[in-house]
């Protein structure tokens, strides 16, 4: 796998990057990186993906191997060969701003602006968008399932339901981003230093003769630490017999079953036998409606695993993020870009998100305005990432970015942080960016009756 | 990205690998990999991601670094050294049986099945689950997306919504399987040798002075197979200009609004004006039940592109894909292994699934049966892979892939073939499979009770 390639973008981008080059279009151009709406069971998103996009921005190029590709593309017949040549010197020298991974956003806040030649802005879209909008689905997900289990801890178990192995390291960080203490994925721990959990599954369990045999195995082996697995076959039988063993365990985890019921039984069971300090762990198919649920039930759990939920959420499988023009130079001239096709308006300009907060530091309401726009004792939340292609913003632990987002959600109005019901957060345009809004409007539509 | 990193997997895979290291358990085990039950919207799936698994089973190890990273892991800290070195010596060494990718398969059979050392067989259950699953889910929904296009040719345009670059190239060569022409993924269509499609975006129009220089401009560098996107201000605007100009592009695309409607209007326009041949193509947030319901409103369309539909089906966002002990040595003696729990029984014993056809060739029903039971005239579906950690079964193009699962998709039964009513194609399991699930479920009881 080239994570770096410069063919991993949709064609288009690449027919449209011949096609400026050879009608000499070489000004800049702004697009910005937002979603429309939010999906219908969330109050807000959580931005995630930015290391990613910035390691690609830094490292994006085209080989050999690569260019003759498109060169013998049936699309490419006509292309002059100095546009070859030119993918050949390909590098990514844009500008970037960015909201910082965690910070908590809203429809229509850039979650990225780029600014570059038309062409690097352009080929970038597809990556970025991929990026992106997988992680900050996945953190946003997180954050809700977080939020459910009441500070109980949380780890990511998504890696056998992610898109395969590269996707499984991007959810199990954006799953941490989004307030998960760790994850079950191993490389993804590596990768980006955070804490990893497991004991055993059920095959450990049926591979021996019995479960006693299994638990002992096991804690043979794993004499610290070890969550014995008690459903493979009749959870209270089990707890029982770990019981009778008369050798203490980390904790016990159901996986199926009445896991409310069948907690509050053994809690009692281990109460009883003077292992209070025994935890139960919860896992199977959890998200934070069946979480909330079994806390609701009085449920005695200490800690949930979320697998499935993590690695594509089903009450919002994707998140519709767009990439949109939003100025561009042309003969010499900088132009604000506008889209108006069926009631899809899309705001012209280079902006900046201002977040009001209240004197007691919940967050109030943001506002979307022009770059250049004073803060007004707001905070601005984009922030410098890249300049002429060259990162300069140091690259953040995951830890830290989960703190923000923890830090973000502990801010936000009851009402939004909330699980159950739809609740919309405060965010208006400011008067010169509607102003401006309206003045491409009226261009566009002289252009268009020309 | 360590692509055939052996950490590419969920931690408790690896503190089982140690527990059975440190307690001599050495027999050979055999997992086999299924779905349960069909997403509500699915008549069938599509097995794919074969390719990739056996890659990485070919390839699978632990670098030291990995090693040291799991050494230092608290988990870790009581195991003995031993295990290290076999990890730094660790390869794939087993049987691999599976569904060639393109055949249509139905809950309770097995994708693949692995038969090898059951430390081997365990810690491969992450990477085999995620990479199959995912690919299988995306090719079962290309499937009915190719289904509802009836005939009419659709493009995966699906690279900006999968979970990352990685994930893209995945998804792209899963929607071809599934019966796509090709997708606008570039990389994609390079590693794998699959067509690829696309021309330009609203950001080309919104960044030239109007649509018709835009259009212009476009058509200069692109004389031939250009398919004008008509839709970023008012379509029929767009399409009178377009004629009005008289470069006549290879087709038009219509990406939002009425697309019934307009390409109704569209097609009468362009046959006036004596452009039979020029296409129009749609796509924006289509899927097949859209598409079904375009063709219903005899909406005049040649093509299709598919994009978030293909990247995650919104209606089947996971598919519940496991990895189950069904076999396993223990003290030099072969056990058949099942699960009882909170009836999600899982059927012991090594597998095959026979297919049984009518003498005209429909699909008619399957067997599940144990591997050595006779096919009596059904087409045993599982086939050898790979033998003692070796791939015997030479890769095969995606082209051929996709001529299976269409060969197959017109093979069904039509009640299981359309994309509205769930429909049950039959499948049973073998009389001696259901003597042996018995035979276990008394030995399990018998060992509970002790």
Known sequence: MREYSGLLTDLYELTMAAGYFQTRFEGRATFELFVRHLPPHRNYLVAAGLEQAVEYLENVHFTPDEIEYLRRHTMFRHIRPEFFDYLAKFRFTGDVWAMPEGTLIFPGEPLLRVTAPVI?????????????????MI??????VVTAAQGRQVVDFGAR????????????????????????????????????????????????EDETEAFAHFLDTFPEGTFLLVDTYDVRNAVKNIIAAGRKPAGIRLDSGDVAADSRWARRALDRAGWKDVKIFASGDLDEYKIAELLRKDAAIDAFGVG????????????????????????????EAAKFSHAKVTYPGRKQVFRHSTPGGEFESDKIGLADEPPNGAQPLLVEIMRG?????????????????????????????????????PVRYSRRLQDM??????RVRRAAKK
């Open 308 to 335: 499935t939920a993590l690695g594509t959420p089903g009450d919002a499988p994707h998140l519709n993020l767009i990439y949109k023009l939003v100025q561009v130079e042309r003969g010499g001239k900088i132009h």
């Open 437 to 442: 809004l309206e003045k491409v409007r009226r």
């Open 139 to 144: 953190a946003s997900k997180a954050a809700r």
């Open 161 to 208: 339901r992610a898109h395969g192995g590269p996707a499984s390291l991007l959810s199990a960080r954006a799953a941490t981003i989004g307030g998960c203490v760790g994850t079950s994925n191993v490389l993804a721990g590596q990768e980006f230093g955070m804490s990893t959990y497991g004991t055993q599954a059920h095959s450990w369990i049926m591979a021996h």
């Open 389 to 425: 292609g060259r990162r300069i913003a140091p690259p953040e632990p995951v830890g830290a970015l989960r703190d923000r987002c923890l830090a973000g959600v502990a801010r936000l109005p009851q009402r939004c942080r909330q699980i159950q019901r739809r609740a919309v957060y």
């Open 120 to 136: 690097e802005a352009q080929i970038m879209e597809t990556y970025l968008l991929a990026v992106m909008s997988y992680q900050t």
